[in-house]
């Protein structure tokens, strides 16, 4: 628990990793890049870990797959996040990972409910088969040691489950098998990402293990995680949806923990260079990457950059459509977004917007655009 005043106790998690800030940006698949994660902990995130690969595909060497676990442009300490069913496979994608990424920390997943990894065993479905989830844990732990290996669960299969106390069993099961973190997510598989977490078996978790545990769901500002701390007996906090488009948010959050004051939220031309710079390091960010590639050694500069801004494009247009979200003109400026064939159309369309709002907020009364619902924060 913690006091805004008091000195914020460092999340240890062994082998000399500590998690300065416990407030962690939590995996997203398709968000949480590489250069979103450095965002996000140049703002005051304390910790990241990748989104999730699958073990058999690391195993292969799919390409895609690997990329997921790029560490190159992260700071440490920094997770790699791996999913799976059989104990064998898991432990040797680990040793891969060990061997070509180093990362601090290798994280489990437990508690992704999307059927093509729950039909594979792997995920939240280890909720229903605990014996299966302590022996992946048993050898992942015992081939990344001394580095730390933790696990992400949530909080039951659907609602009975939950109610039946399988988190904290599971938990208190993990926790012997070696993991040195858990986080819990507070949804059941069944709710997906809908509805409302539940907090009280989060706070049950925390309570019957002695490692630190990281609540999360639906912690999207700062008085949210300063409740969630001062209540629930976890460690940390992990956001998720909160942080899309919003990096700064950790920053805001940082200052809270801290006890200074929350600065304001960023106003538009802010977010708009924040931007800039997400198109300019993504972009940079894979020209690195091509660089890097024997294959492209014999390449022209053109073409390297050509196929960087390609690769960067997909990265980006969520990020943008984000960061301009809610400002006036923003549904004429993300309709413009939309059709952008480059990165750098990317932000010179952002730029344009940053110097002349006012035009797209006509333009966009003009068309009589529908105001959109969705909003970056619930994803609804
Ligand atoms: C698009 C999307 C992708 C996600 N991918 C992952 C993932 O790769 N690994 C993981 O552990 N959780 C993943 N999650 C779950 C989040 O880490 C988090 O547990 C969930 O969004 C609840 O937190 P929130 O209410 O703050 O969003 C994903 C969630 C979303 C919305």
Known sequence: MIAATAPIPAIRLGNGVAIDMPVLLAPMAGVTDGVFRGLCREA????????????????????????????????????????????????RAAAGVMATVAPDVLDINMGCPAPKVTNGQGGSSLLRDPDRAVAIMRAVVAEVAPAPATVKIRVGWDDPHRDSGIAVDLARRLEDAGARMITVHGRTRQQRYEGLACWDTIAAVAEAVAVPVIGNGDVQSPADVLHRLRTSGCAG??????????????????AAVRGEPVPPDPELPARLALGLEHVRRQVAYEIACLDADPANERKARATIEGLA??????????HVMWYVWGAPGANEARRVLSKARTAVELGDILADYAAHPEAYHRREDAREVPARAESPATGA
Not at 241 to 250: D, K, Q
Not at 309 to 318: F, I, Q
Request: positive net charge; proline residues 5%.
């Open 44 to 91: 005051g995130a304390g910790y990241a870990t990748t989104e999730f690969a699958r073990d058999e595909a690391l195993l292969r060497g799919v390409r895609q797959q690997l990329d997921l676990t790029d560490l190159h442009v992260d700071r440490r300490p920094v997770g790699v996040q791996i999913f799976g069913a059989d104990p064998e496979t898991m432990r």
């Open 237 to 254: 906090v992990a956001i998720g949806r909160g942080a899309r488009g919003r990096p700064w948010l950790f920053g805001q959050i940082a």
């Open 309 to 318: 801004d390609g690769r960067a494009l997909g990265h980006l247009l969520p």
